[in-house]
């Protein structure tokens, strides 16, 4: 890839803002950072406002966003909610999926995500019926992302039960491998090697896999060392029905299992025990949070200060795509906090952006990631500083100006890889996103 310098007006450096950053990319990475820059050097890329590392959103599931402003009609629960995305993920293609998918990570791109965590299940044809390729739907998903210009982690899920001892429903059968071996040897063929993609694992739900079965698949991760990402106590439906079958919660499950650990990431875990909590932070497990989503569906508000006090590392995802807009999920999970307890100022913004970046890159195994310094991937993004929402703070304030003022309307540019894939607000590898986006969804309706 050519090397390209970037003249950055204002850059977050880990721990401040400095005014004129040089930043110089080559072969993908960073190659060199050069501060007190006053103006930018002849043939840079300038790049006006704030510009951040890259964001990582570490939990999407990417057809959700066909669901986007038709299940906030009426009320209804969680599980009505599912029936509905069961109906969509029913009318899915592996050539019907690249097109949403394309046009929801160039989304994504419009919104700063350098790179995604995809928690992807729906692995077969309706019915349970097998593609000539076993992974015809997770190869789609890293063909968009690819074409997107994002990175993804493909958390490819074992999902083989619809409940304690029960036999996927019909809706599920496309979900199912049969057992976690024909998972792990399915999933085993999924391509490595690949500059943009990463291929994960993920446990569905303690619901989802037979407890017989879930260190087969924590083990398939840890033989290589990759990522393993599990929904975890989002409902407290879920805790109920694991007391009533294990004598215990999701979490204990998981740690008898085998599942826990530094390379493990929970997402929601929304309603825990004190012991749940110990057991997440003593063994290093990461909590995802999903603050939009979690209030969309009336999930709760998750104790994420007490589980990083612990010792777990947070990161942020987008889920079902209420919105895709990490700034938010920043924001909203110190402003969930603060109703949760009536006190401000839980995490500092420096703290709620590493969620966003840093954390989120390690919790999908791009450790190389998320930080505006040399040999990291050369993967940022700039929010706009003379916005309404963004103008008036002064830029050494740029952190709090991100997490707490800006959108994903503000983004004016993402870099990925040292490839500018939005300039001044336009994706330059998907020309018209809103109308990619109405095609894709229209095509499920059809």
């Not at 950055?8 to 721990?15: C, F, K, P």
């Not at 990319?25 to 840079?44: K, L, N, Y």
């Not at 350098?114 to 997770?138: I, K, Q, S």
């Not at 071996?181 to 399915?186: S, Y």
């Given at each position: 890839?050519?090397p390209?310098?970037?003249?950055l ?16 990319t080559?072969?993908g990475r ?7 820059v ?10 006006r406002?704030?510009t951040l590392?890259?964001?990582?959103n570490?939990?999407?599931h ?12 009426g009320?209804g629960?969680?599980w009505?909610w ?7 993920a ?13 046009a ?6 419009l ?7 995809e928690?992807?299940y729906?692995?077969?044809a309706p019915?349970?019926?097998?593609y000539?390729?076993p992974n015809a739907?997770g190869e789609?998903?890293?063909a ?11 958390l490819?899920?074992?999902y ?15 979900f199912?491998d049969?057992?976690a ?5 399915r ?6 090697g690949?500059?943009h993609?990463?291929?994960g ?14 260190r087969t ?7 290589r060392e990759?990522?393993l ?10 805790n ?13 499950l998981?740690?008898?299992h085998?599942?826990?650990g530094?390379?493990?990431?929970a997402?929601?875990?929304?309603h825990l025990t004190?012991e ?13 949070m999903?603050p939009?989503?979690e209030r969309?569906?009336?999930?709760g508000?998750?104790p ?12 942020l ?5 209420a919105?895709?807009?990490l700034?938010e999920e920043?924001?909203?999970m110190?402003l969930?906090?603060r ?23 390690r919790a ?6 998320g ?5 990291a991937?050369?993967?940022f993004?700039t929010?706009?500083?003379d916005?309404?929402?963004?103008a008036?703070p ?6 709090e ?9 503000d983004v ?7 490839r500018?894939?939005?300039r001044d ?8 996103v809103?109308?990619?986006l109405?095609a894709?969804i229209d095509d499920?309706?059809?």
């Amino acid at each position: 890839m050519t090397p390209t310098t970037y003249w950055l007006e204002h850059a977050w450096l880990d721990t401040h803002v400095e005014p004129g950053v040089v930043v110089e990319t080559g072969d993908g990475r960073i190659t060199a950072v050069r501060t007190g820059v006053e103006a930018p050097p002849p043939g840079a890329e300038i790049l006006r406002g704030l510009t951040l590392p890259g964001l990582a959103n570490a939990h999407s599931h990417a057809f959700h966003r066909a669901l986007r402003g038709t299940v906030q009609v009426g009320s209804g629960t969680f599980w009505t909610w599912r029936e509905v995305m069961y109906a969509t993920a029913a009318q899915l293609t592996p050539d019907s999926y690249h097109e949403l998918a394309r046009a929801v990570y160039a989304e994504m791109a419009l919104a700063g995500i350098t790179c995604v965590g995809e928690f992807h299940y729906l692995h077969h044809a309706p019915g349970g019926g097998r593609y000539a390729d076993p992974n015809a739907m997770g190869e789609a998903l890293i063909a968009a992302a690819g074409e997107a210009g994002i990175r993804i982690t493909l958390l490819d899920t074992a999902y083989l039960s619809s409940g304690f001892g029960e036999p996927p429903n019909r809706q599920q059968l496309r979900f199912s491998d049969g057992d976690a071996q024909g998972w792990a040897e399915r999933a085993a063929q999924l391509k490595e090697g690949r500059a943009h993609a990463r291929i994960g694992a993920a446990v569905h739900s303690v619901r989802a896999v037979p407890a017989d079965q879930l260190r087969t698949v924590a083990q398939w991760a840890q033989d290589r060392e990759a990522p393993l990402h599990v929904h975890l106590s989002e409902q407290t439906a879920e805790n109920d029905a694991c007391l009533a079958a294990h004598g215990c919660t999701p979490t204990r499950l998981l740690a008898d299992h085998g599942v826990l650990g530094p390379r493990t990431t929970a997402v929601h875990a929304t309603h825990l025990t004190g012991e749940d909590i110990r057991l997440l932070g003593g063994s290093g497990t990461g909590v995802c949070m999903c603050p939009t989503t979690e209030r969309d569906l009336a999930d709760g508000i998750g104790p994420a200060t007490t589980v990083q006090e612990a010792g777990s590392p947070l990161s942020l995802g987008s889920d079902s795509h209420a919105v895709i807009d990490l700034f938010e999920e920043a924001r909203a999970m110190e402003l969930d906090e603060r109703l949760r307890t009536r006190t401000r100022g839980h995490w500092t913004a420096a703290a709620l952006l590493r969620a966003a970046s840093a954390d989120g890159h390690r919790a999908l195994g791009w450790d190389d990631a998320g930080a505006l310094r040399t040999g990291a991937l050369a993967d940022f993004t700039t929010i706009a500083l003379d916005s309404v929402r963004t103008a008036g703070p002064l830029p050494r304030l740029g952190a709090e100006t991100a997490v707490f003022a800006a959108t994903n309307a503000d983004v004016r540019h993402t870099v990925v890889g040292g490839r500018q894939v939005v300039r001044d607000g336009a994706h330059t590898l998907v020309p018209d996103v809103p109308a990619a986006l109405a095609a894709a969804i229209d095509d499920l309706r059809a």
